[in-house]
């Protein structure tokens, strides 16, 4: 078996120095210099424990980029200003197969101050495909991860950024941007902003477990802003469609003056076993806000409500000619709404909302219920009854 040390660039042999060792060092020019010498190599690069100050963007520029630390907070590269993004990797755009795997991992990403204002990034991918980020954390930044120029294919898991420190943690551009088919497994992101946001022309987004929280920070409601902002540029404010977007077991929890998911154009999107707790005194505006829904299609499957929110569920407005929600088995126990201020389980969410655009099927006192638009129809002692005024009254149409 070969020298082990052969087969990885280390940046201490580049003059990469924690400021443990030297409090001003400059570690800039030494790690770029690392990254360069590790992708002409074709090898991995390893960032040893420490922290490394820079006054500049880190650059790793080319296809296969390798680079991975000691885990944790353990090794921590600390930018001086926001001025620029802290590290940038990925060949660019139209780089087609030449651009295809690598890796980063087990890095910290540290800017100088908590939720700064801007477009930079701590990490940012440029336009590099089945690419790999694993167990990174970035705080401190006006956005923690941003994708540009078709990262498509990419996979990243235990994705880290504090909801106190960025302004909006994971930033997907539109169409070509950001790409598709880019999946994200157990990440826990917040911002003040945002926890994700989806430009206009994206989708094929799946997220996997973890926890997305928004809105601290803020001293009062803001409707445009959610937990996930969907159809809506960060950069440009440009609005259009969106598709293919899933949540699976995701934690919606502790927003604040926001909405959990805010939609400004057309997006199809399912929400699968997630919780949405709004916790007290957070004033968390709703679940999902719609506006030019069209022919969009929603599926909430099996969720949990939990917590005050000071306006109803669902809110749909504008363009819905097409529109449709499919609800099954949406749980309310213990949640507070305007107008209902003591919600249980026989309520789902269309109901409170009172919107005529969807189908819900649940469960009130022992026995079935279906929502069909602003008809309720529910099998209660064996008698078929129908409801028009959202379960104010109701009808026997049938005894079974």
């Known amino acids: 078996m070969g020298d082990l040390t052969t087969m990885i660039v280390n940046a201490r042999d580049y003059g990469a120095t924690p400021i443990e060792e030297n409090a001003k060092y400059d570690s800039t020019n030494a790690l770029n210099a690392a990254f360069a010498a590790a992708i002409q190599k074709k090898l991995p690069c390893y960032v040893p424990p420490g922290t ?3 006054s500049g963007p880190l650059i790793a520029k080319g296809s296969n980029v390798m680079i991975y ?4 907070t ?47 990034a701590g990490v940012k991918l440029n336009g590099i495909r089945q690419f790999e980020v694993r167990n990174v954390q970035s705080d401190g930044f006006p956005i923690a991860f941003d994708l540009i120029n078709n990262c498509f294919g990419s996979v990243f898991f235990n994705l880290r950024a504090q909801y ?46 973890g926890q997305l929280s928004a809105g601290f920070g803020l001293t009062a409601p803001d409707d445009n802003l959610g937990i996930v902002i969907i159809g809506k540029d960060l950069v440009t404010g440009a609005i259009g469609g969106t598709a293919n977007i899933i949540f699976d077991g995701i934690d919606f929890e502790g927003y604040k003056h926001v909405w959990a998911l805010r939609a400004f154009d057309k997006t199809n999107m399912a929400v699968r076993g997630c919780s949405f707790l709004a916790n007290s005194g957070t004033d968390a505006l709703g679940i999902l806000k719609q506006q030019r829904a069209q022919s969009s299609q929603f599926t909430f ?47 789902t969410m269309l109901e409170v909302s009172q919107i005529k ?12 219920k279906i929502v069909l638009g602003n008809i309720l129809l529910r099998s209660l002692n064996n008698q078929l009854q129908i409801s028009t005024d959202w379960g104010k009254t109701w009808k026997v149409v049938q005894t079974l």
């Open 52 to 54: 490394y100050q820079t």
């Open 69 to 72: 630390g000691a885990g944790g």
């Open 74 to 120: 353990n090794t921590v590269i600390k930018t001086l200003s926001t001025d620029y993004d802290c590290i940038l990797i990925g060949p660019g755009a139209n780089m087609n197969n030449q651009s295809l795997g690598g890796f980063l991992r087990d890095i910290y990403f540290l800017g100088p101050v908590k939720q700064p204002q801007g477009v930079t």
């Open 164 to 209: 106190n420190w960025n302004t909006v943690a994971l930033n997907l551009r539109s169409g070509f941007q950001s790409g598709n088919d880019l999946q994200f497994y157990n990440c826990w992101l917040g911002g003040t902003k945002a926890a994700v946001h989806i430009s206009p022309a994206s989708g094929g987004f799946h997220f996997w477990g």
């Open 301 to 347: 499957e099996n969720n949990t409500v939990r917590g005050p929110h000071s306006g109803p569920p669902i809110v749909i407005e504008g363009e819905y000619s097409a529109f449709s929600i499919y609800e099954l088995g949406t749980e309310m126990n213990r949640a507070s709404f305007l107008n209902y201020p003591s919600l249980d389980t026989s309520l």
């Open 357 to 368: 655009l969807g189908t819900g099927i649940g469960r009130s006192n022992y026995a079935s």
